[in-house]
């Protein structure tokens, strides 16, 4: 089975939230709430391909990311229009309540 959600390093970062809207989910394998919004993140991305880009990034592999912007609970999800912040949600939320807020930036 494919992913729709891209795994990021910080490497990729820059590049893969330069362009368009895209909602990058900051998580550890550790954090229960990451791991249940993982198929939702799945979903979201399949119901909104071609509108918004979906990465995602390890924070304790890259460090240097989360500090960046400032993640000191996960899960975190930063939505991005052409590299600049437009949103940020914390913690678990249901597939519908996502896909509302993600529909504001539509």
Same mark, same amino acid.
């Given at each position: 089975m494919a992913q729709s959600v891209s795994e990021l390093t910080g490497k990729e970062f820059d590049g893969f939230t330069k362009k368009g809207l895209v909602l990058?989910?900051?998580?550890?394998?550790?954090?229960?709430?990451?791991?249940?919004?993982?198929? #939702?993140? @799945?979903?979201?991305?399949?119901?909104? +391909?071609? %509108? *918004?880009?979906?990465?995602?990034?390890? #924070?304790? @592999?890259?460090?240097?990311?989360?500090? +960046?912007? %400032? *993640?000191?609970?996960?899960?975190?999800?930063?939505?991005f229009k052409d590299g600049e912040i437009k949103d940020r949600f914390v913690g678990a939320m249901s597939e519908e309540d996502f896909q509302d807020r993600l529909r504001e930036h539509l």
């Open positions: 990058v989910d900051f998580s550890a394998d550790w954090c229960m709430p990451c791991v249940m919004m993982a198929p #939702v993140m @799945e979903e979201l991305s399949k119901k909104f +391909k071609g %509108k *918004i880009k979906f990465g995602k990034i390890d #924070v304790d @592999e890259n460090i240097a990311i989360a500090q +960046k912007f %400032k *993640i000191f609970s996960i899960p975190n999800f930063i939505l």
